[in-house]
């Protein structure tokens, strides 16, 4: 039993289909921001914040994992913002431990230095980050420290929307494919069916190019205008992410052979000319089948293992186990979502549809998916690693979206297998009846087999002698009646069948399965995109505070009031602090000293330190100019970090009555 489907009113429905995936794909690749460093900075030295007394020789930063670096990876910023590096950075891993070192100018003056870094996990991710440290005291500097991470901006936003497509055009290829292989061949001859899978070609390779051409500002300069550096490609072409993605074009290369034999031999060998086959012609049609079945198998593997290659599997633990895990897993998702869409566009563009298809790719879909939960299990725990990375991180948090999106998703197909188990039931019924009705065609064909000389002479009646030759009487007429008759008849059946609830109800839920299939893609590219759980709480417990330099600020300054009494005359009073703006990053900071009347005392000295005790972080000295009677003030103070912070007053009121006040506040 064949299924008609509909065309009117599909082509608006494919046409929404594509444009929300298109947009749902904007919008995820937006809300995700940059790409989360996947490696972290573990440790320096000097410490992050640390004041030390004569200029170090060079400085160190170490990693926890491997990195790639640049030429101009590492910056050391002076006070006026002048580069205090030599250029030469070093690579000092050893034992395990990644780090890297660059030298320093000698006779450095003191002040306040900042160190701004970049770098390439190896999972092929931008990570990028800056401290400060300072010689002798903290001072007023000039240098900035970067405000945009790398991979951010423009072409952070559209590397990552090629991404997406990439991911939605491997679905297309791999998973159209394979559901004309696996579940219906006749599907190679079918037009729509041919337009995915060509359009999942050429969306994959489309994007891939784009991919490769970004590569470079995207781990460089962040400027659109690189992409068509040719220095900065060659570069790229080293990396093994270059690597990665000169293989999946040299990859659909391949797969643009398969795709022409597909929908070329493998097609005319679906659907013979002459009726029916020979026992010769069915055995090359499955030596095809069996041949495209391996190498397109091959292919797409491969495909996938490019992903595998450049991503999170290629890094952390279990490497050797994680990275053909997820080429099953990636295999798993195009076969299942891939499959899909071809469904989709079987239901409501191609002119039939087999039931047996539909039961194929219910068998296939549910392989699919107990594949993928099975690796999905595999990945979750290499990537976060612990239940409180699970709730406490981003990648754990998109991670339970994705498996409550998947939840829903077979919740969905649940309900299809219903609709495919009405429309198998309703198939047993009517090839019953059609056997029914083809053994009373029987038996009415050898009682018209009495009439023939009946026959003979209607057919005698309806020719006329024409010279020596003998003409059938209305030969055209008699064609356009034939045609106009199985015309009717199979109107007729396409309304039968269109009002089928069984076939309504499986294309309503496959179409609400799609569509939560393009919000699940949307949220498993961001995933990717995302540091892993495991790494997060590596980088939140190192030493360094590099996690903790990335916390959001408090709105508005620090402002407080303490007493204080150093024990001598006119030793009694209150001071006043300020901290403009209150976070992180260069402060303004303002000391009002008054005495037990209110009006200000002038002290002869006010001096000031913070220490951050969690990360043993200080004290770090600051010595305020006077400003006014009763008035002090240091511009520039630079608190490295937001945290719970220790603040130390010491107020010295004469030659030796002096006294120190402790207060612990939280800068943002």
């Not at 043993?616 to 010595?623: A, E, F």
Request: aromatic share 6%; hydrophobic share 45%.
């Amino acid at each position: 039993m064949t299924a008609t489907a509909p065309r009117f009113g599909s082509a608006p429905l494919v046409r929404l289909l594509l444009v929300a995936t298109v947009l749902l794909g904007t919008v995820f690749t937006v809300l995700s921001g940059t790409a989360s460093a996947h490696a972290a900075l573990t440790g320096s030295t000097p410490e992050d914040g640390a004041v030390v007394a004569t200029a170090p020789k060079d400085i160190s930063l170490t990693f926890s994992e491997q990195i790639a670096m640049g030429d101009n990876s590492i910056r050391v910023l002076d006070p006026d913002n002048k580069r205090a590096d030599t250029g030469k950075i070093r690579d000092l891993s050893s034992g395990g431990t990644v780090a890297y070192g660059i030298g320093l100018h000698a006779g450095l003056p003191d002040g306040t230095y900042i160190v701004a870094w970049q770098a390439v996990s190896a999972d092929s991710h931008p990570i990028s980050g800056a401290f400060t440290f300072s010689i002798g005291a903290p001072s007023k500097t000039t240098a900035a420290v970067p405000s945009e991470e790398a991979g951010g901006g423009l072409v952070g936003t559209l590397y990552d929307i090629a991404r997406y497509i990439s991911y939605a055009g491997f679905i297309l290829l791999i998973g159209g494919a394979a559901f004309i292989l696996g579940c219906w061949p006749r599907g190679a001859s079918v037009r729509p069916l041919q337009r995915l899978v060509v359009q999942g070609w050429l969306t994959l390779t489309a994007a891939t190019l784009v991919l490769l051409l970004l590569r470079s500002p995207y781990t460089g300069s962040g400027k659109l205008g690189d992409a068509f550096d040719l220095g900065g490609l060659q570069d790229v072409l080293a990396t093994k992410t270059g690597a990665a993605l000169v293989s999946r074009l040299l990859l659909l290369g391949a797969a643009a052979l398969f795709v022409a034999v597909l929908f070329g031999a493998y097609a005319k060998r679906e659907t013979p000319q002459d009726g029916e086959e020979n026992e010769e012609q069915n055995k090359e049609r499955k030596d095809l089948t069996f041949g495209l079945a391996v190498g397109g198998a091959v292919v797409a593997a491969g495909i996938a293992g490019t992903w595998a290659l450049a991503e999170h599997a290629s890094t952390g633990i279990q490497t050797g186990l994680a990275m053909p895990v997820d080429v099953l897993h990636l295999l798993a998702v195009a076969t299942w979502l891939g499959g899909l869409t071809a469904l989709l566009v079987a239901l409501y563009r191609a002119p039939s549809l087999d039931n047996a298809a539909v039961r194929r790719f219910s068998r296939v879909a549910f392989v699919s998916v107990v594949v993928l939960a099975a690796t999905g299990l595999y990945q979750s725990w290499r990537q976060v690693g612990s239940w409180s990375a699970l709730w406490g991180t981003s990648y754990g948090q998109l991670l339970l979206v994705k498996v409550g999106l998947v939840a829903v998703l077979v919740g969905i197909a649940w309900f299809s297998r219903r609709w495919t188990g009405r429309l198998e039931q309703r198939a047993e019924a009517e090839a019953e009846a059609e056997a029914g009705a083809g053994a009373g065609a029987e038996a009415g064909a050898e009682a018209a087999t009495g009439s023939e000389t009946g026959e003979e002479t209607e057919t005698a009646a309806a020719t006329t002698v024409v010279g020596d030759r003998t003409v059938v009487a209305d030969s055209e007429r008699a064609t356009q009646l034939a045609r106009q008759r199985a015309a009717l008849a199979t109107a007729r059946q396409k309304r039968i069948r269109d009002a089928d609830p069984g076939r309504i109800g499986l294309r309503r839920s496959v179409l609400a399965e799609a569509g939560v299939a393009v919000v699940l893609l949307a949220v498993t590219t961001v995933l990717t995109s995302t540091e892993p759980g495991r790494t997060a709480e590596q980088e939140a417990g190192a030493t360094g505070g590099t996690a903790a330099a990335t916390a959001p600020a408090t709105e508005g300054p620090l402002a407080l009031t303490l007493p204080f009494d150093t024990g001598g005359e006119n030793g009694k009073g209150t001071v006043r602090l300020t901290l403009d703006l209150g976070r992180s990053g260069a402060n303004a900071m303002h000391i009002y000293v008054d005495g037990p009347d209110g009006q200000p005392l002038d002290v002869p000295e006010v001096k000031a330190a913070f220490t951050l005790t969690a990360q043993k972080i200080g004290p770090l000295p600051i010595v305020p100019e006077h400003f006014a009677p009763g008035h002090w003030s240091a511009d520039a103070v630079q608190i490295p970090m937001p945290g719970e912070w220790q603040l130390q007053l010491t107020i010295r009121t004469s030659d030796i009555d002096q006294t120190t006040v402790d207060k612990n506040v939280k800068i943002g």
